[in-house]
């Protein structure tokens, strides 16, 4: 096998050619604009994509803002901390998880993960509980599920509100039940930025069936401000994370396509999952169906592959087909941003004592096995719901010529 470089493109979500955008989007801006009415309060296109999303998901209620951060931000606000209550979470994950955490005052604390999927298990969380802990963020890395209902039910009986981070995993099918990654647990939070399943730039969803929560959210998103009421009062602290009505429509003409997009990803993903299956060492998603592939991942058994991460990265690219290594530089707790344990001021607060009831820091060595997936053994291949099989052959060629290269 030479190892010949394709000239095959691959699609970008970064532009037209890895994105379903079309007329439709094109017809509601149109629609939008005609009306003059571009603020959610003025129309109602962004009210019925939550209607239409809490449907597909088959919850209660939905609420947009205007990212998978404000989204999260969203639910922890509804969650209501004290300064200096805990929030366990993935050191896996987009910064988005944690800011809204650090927002309302609350602490990060990162608990450990699966060595194959890198998402939070039910023993690495149960091992960071403590009497402060008042929620546990749960990544769906990559479109693959989390052992979602195990940690759910291991927090119900301590009162622990369990947030599902879906930005990656629309559609996500989590082990242990047939219905969807953010119906789950109590909230659900998705991301509609330009690089996920599907887009409006910028946008959030937040999906609970607890009205109350549901409502918390809501008049947290609008500066507290309850509108249906007729008084212009503001009932508690909030921001103004609105989706406008350009956002949203465009968003409802995406989510009519989002079976498509899942489905022909799922479609080409498993026919490179078969295509890896004579590659001792590797592993990648075993069940394709309940996965949503927003990147498709790899985990190197080093015990049995003579290479890590980084070298394969750089041997399957010479081929000219797309991958990394890692997924992020560095795990989340080892970022400036949350190791130096400085959100306001010179401050440590809210890591001080009190409001803080013990000292928390962060330093190499606290979640081996996430510093060991993102160091050594994981990468990830961008996907794409326009890969044919002809970008699987380039990707099967790429992976195993470098496999025998490096072998
Ligand atoms: C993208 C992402 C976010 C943040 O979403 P934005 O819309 O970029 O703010 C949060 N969590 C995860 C897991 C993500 O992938």
Redesign the pocket.
């Known amino acids: 096998m030479s190892s010949a470089t394709t000239n095959l493109r691959f699609p970008s979500v970064g532009d037209a050619s890895g994105r379903t955008l079309g007329e439709v989007e094109i017809e509601a801006l149109r629609r939008v604009i005609k009306s003059g009415r571009l603020g959610r309060w003025s129309g109602n296109e962004v009210a019925q994509l939550e209607a239409e999303f809490a449907r597909l998901l088959g919850v209660g209620y939905s609420a947009a803002s205007t990212?998978?951060?404000?989204?999260?931000h969203l639910a922890v606000a509804a969650v209501n901390p004290e300064p200096g209550d805990e929030i366990i979470v993935t050191p896996i994950?987009?910064?988005?998880?944690v800011?809204g955490i650090l927002a309302q005052n609350a602490i990060p604390v990162f608990a450990d993960v699966d060595p194959v999927t890198g998402c939070l298990t039910p023993e690495s969380v149960a091992s960071k509980l403590s009497d402060r802990t008042r929620a546990v963020i749960v990544?769906?890395?990559f479109g693959g599920g989390a052992r979602i209902d195990e940690i759910s039910t291991l927090c119900a009986d301590q009162g622990i509100t369990v947030i599902e981070?879906?930005?990656?995993a629309y559609l996500t099918v989590p082990p242990g039940g047939e219905t969807f990654a953010g119906s789950r647990a109590t909230i659900g939070?998705f991301?509609?930025?330009q690089?996920?399943h599907i887009t409006s730039g910028?946008?959030?969803l937040t999906v609970t069936s607890d009205a109350d929560l549901d409502q918390r959210m809501r008049l947290f998103s609008d500066k507290g401000w309850p509108r249906t009421s007729g008084e212009r009062t503001h009932l508690f602290y909030g921001l103004n994370y609105r989706m406008t009505e350009l956002q949203g429509a465009v968003a409802r003409a995406q989510l009519c396509k989002l079976h498509g997009v899942v489905a022909s990803r799922r479609k080409t993903a498993a026919n490179l999952i078969s295509r890896m299956s004579d590659l001792p060492g590797l592993t990648t998603v075993e069940d394709a169906q309940h996965h949503s592939f927003?990147q498709f991942p790899i985990v190197l058994d080093t015990a049995i592959v003579p290479f890590d991460n980084r070298a394969y990265a750089s041997a399957v690219s010479k081929y000219g087909v797309p991958i990394s290594s890692g997924y992020l530089d560095r795990v989340l707790y080892l970022v400036p941003a949350i190791r130096d344990r400085q959100p306001y001021g010179t401050s440590r607060f809210p890591y001080t004592v009190p409001p803080s009831s013990r000292e928390i820091e962060y330093g190499p060595g606290d979640c081996p096995v996430a510093e060991n997936l993102v160091g050594r053994t994981l990468l990830v291949i961008p996907w794409n719901e326009h890969y044919t099989e002809e970008h699987v052959d380039a990707l099967a060629m790429a992976l195993t010529g470098a496999y025998e290269s490096l072998a």
């Open positions: 990212s998978g951060t404000s989204a999260i994950t987009d910064f988005g998880t800011a990544v769906h890395l981070d879906c930005a990656q939070c991301s509609l930025q690089s996920k910028d946008g959030g927003w």
